[in-house]
């Protein structure tokens, strides 16, 4: 029996992780693609030897696409079933998630691998429902190559989310050494006086108060608001530009 180790898995290893333990279950994760192709095993297939299938050079993108095409339809199956497709879909593709992984991995080595990971894993998966809608007008033969295609797309926007946002707290630091006069009071009392001088709404100086001065982490406050980590990073670094904006021209003075 597998150990519980995903917990310290990166998110590409974790998928590999559940996909074995959708195969060496009691009841095993199976599909059968026989009817799709007179040159397919006719029995069904686990998870894994389905995966095997898929990346054998002798299977047509015709007969590939179709297979994907029946694997993204079952995501949407009700019931305990269709919760355990949308894993097995993310582990059909991770050879070319993991390409995508390794590529980033050397060019931005400075990027947290998880993060990485995570980004391709909600970009591959956000393709593959919005292509599930329309599979009765796509070619089902780049399928594969099309959410892989979605998967790096992420991966590259996150990159570049994390360069921006590096440069701009570089920038916001930089700002911050100038000589300016600190405003009377504690950092909580300031930022109550930017948010009745209308500097900051009152979202903006709370999510400066937690982050900054109560120490929480800005990935929860991005889960509690539905948003990317990059997205709520950017927020706090607009709103601290303001606010240092303010200090510097005296706005909060007393």
Not at 54 to 71: F, K
Request: net charge neutral; proline share 5%; hydrophobic share 45%.
């Amino acid at each position: 029996m597998r150990e519980n180790t995903t917990a310290a898995m990166e998110p590409l290893q974790a998928v590999e992780e559940e996909l074995h333990r959708l195969v060496e279950r009691s009841c095993p994760l199976t599909l059968v693609v026989g009817d799709l192709d007179p040159a397919l095993p006719q029995h069904p297939l686990d998870m894994v030897a389905l995966r095997a299938l898929l990346l054998h050079p002798s299977i047509g993108y015709q007969t590939r696409g179709a297979i994907w095409a029946r694997l993204l339809k079952l995501t949407a199956a009700p019931g305990w079933r269709g919760e355990d497709w949308p894993t097995a879909v993310c582990a059909m593709a991770l050879p070319g998630l993991r390409r995508i992984a390794g590529r980033l991995r050397k060019e931005a080595p400075e990027l947290v691998q998880g993060e990485v990971q995570q980004a391709i894993l909600a970009g591959f998966w956000a393709a593959a429902v919005e292509l599930r809608g329309r599979l009765d007008c796509v070619d089902v033969g780049r399928i594969a190559a099309s959410l892989c295609w979605s998967a790096d797309r992420a991966a590259r926007a996150y990159r570049l989310g994390e360069q921006r946002h590096a440069e701009a707290r570089a920038e916001l630091d930089e700002q911050s050494e100038q000589q300016v006069e600190v405003p009377a009071g504690s950092p909580d009392a300031v930022l109550e006086r930017a948010v009745a001088r209308g500097v900051l709404g009152r979202e903006q100086a709370e999510l400066i108060a937690r982050t900054r001065l109560e120490g929480m982490p800005a990935r929860v406050l991005a889960e509690r608001a539905g948003i990317s980590v990059e997205a709520m990073g950017m927020r706090r670094h607009r709103a601290e530009l303001r606010l240092a904006k303010a200090v510097r021209a005296g706005l909060l003075s007393d």
